[in-house]
């Protein structure tokens, strides 16, 4: 079991950044692949990117080159760095966890998560 709370959001001027972080509870965290999603108004919650367990990261093709995803395994945290933000980015940010492996498609669903945090919003003004 591992609870998630995510941090961070707020509002910030197109072309800014923000980082998220996401919390867990548990002594496991590094267990876990651990993802960001996030759902915009009137959207279906997408996949913004995942970090595995022990090594390797991948993003959606709309946030490559502006979000970075780490985690710290020692603070059983996992952050969100997103620069060059734009308007679309707007949308409430989901953390989201998993203890088993899936491939790169598998792990873009939302499906394939058993943990979620509360999320948190980030609103990006033109």
């Known amino acids: 079991q591992v609870q998630l709370v995510e941090s961070g959001g707020g509002l910030v001027q197109a072309g800014g950044s923000l980082r998220l972080s996401c919390a867990a509870s548990?002594?496991?965290?590094?267990?876990?692949?651990m993802a960001w999603f996030r759902q915009g108004p009137g959207k279906e919650r997408e996949f913004v990117g995942l970090?595995?367990?022990?090594?390797?990261?991948y993003y959606a093709d709309s946030v490559k080159g502006r979000f970075t995803i780490s985690r710290d395994n020692a603070k059983n945290t996992v952050y969100l760095q997103m620069n060059s933000l734009k308007p679309e980015d707007t949308a409430v940010y989901y953390c989201?966890?998993?203890?088993?492996?899936?491939?790169?498609?598998?792990?873009?669903?939302?499906?394939?998560?058993?943990?979620w945090g509360q999320g948190t919003q980030v609103t990006v003004s033109s």
């Open positions: 548990g002594r496991t965290f590094s267990s876990y692949a």
């Open positions: 970090i595995r367990r022990l090594v390797g990261t």
């Open positions: 989201a966890a998993r203890l088993n492996f899936c491939s790169d498609y598998e792990c873009r669903s939302s499906g394939e998560y058993g943990y």
